[in-house]
């Protein structure tokens, strides 16, 4: 059976951090707070030696939190996946969506069958894109994962989570860091990537 690698330790907070007890190493923090797509800053830092590894991507309900800021009613369902981002062979980033069914009709309905894609790649290429507020959380390792590229990992890891709106539609995307990415550098912006507007409603 699956369970996810990592889980909120807390409440999700915005910036400054309030009650998280700790704040990210000054060097995580400009990858946490990155306004573009994450997946073109890995790509970057990389060098072109990046995969994405599907953990698991089925209909099923969200956390009680998450289905409240989505808006979903309790049974409500949607496409949760999990996916570990790998840079250079290793294991840089898990990220967890959630899309609601009600977010992947008409044209969005391509996001149902993204295998291997990622999806941050393709939510910044969409135009008209919208991204809300991003705010962190310090998340706990789940001791019932055994997911063996993983077994390495410390007991906890910074994420970030974001909603971003597509034709006014939400879905939620949050991406931990894990330990074997190594924040030398902060991410560099590209000319021709998408600027999203924070959206604070």
Known sequence: MYHSPFLPAAKWQGQPLASLHASPPADLLPWLLHPGSL????????????????LQQ?????????????????????????????GRG??????RSVLP???????????RNLDSRPLGELLFSEAGIRRGAITLNRLHRNPRCDLALLHNESASAWGRRSIFWLCDKPLLVAETFLSAFT????????????????NNT
Do not use: N
Request: overall charge positive; hydrophobic content about 40%.
């Open 58 to 86: 089925s209909w099923r309900q969200p956390s009680l939190e998450e289905r409240r800021i989505l808006g979903l009613r309790d049974r409500q369902r949607a496409l949760i996946r999990e996916v570990l981002l790998l």
């Open 101 to 111: 069914m009600r977010s992947l009709q008409g044209k969005l309905r391509y996001l």
């Open 183 to 198: 924040a030398s550098d902060a991410p560099l912006p590209r000319p021709q990537e998408l600027t999203t507007r924070e």
């Open 39 to 54: 997946t073109a800053a890995l790509k970057q830092l990389s060098r072109g030696d990046f995969a994405v590894r599907v």
């Open 90 to 95: 290793r294991p840089w980033v898990y990220a």
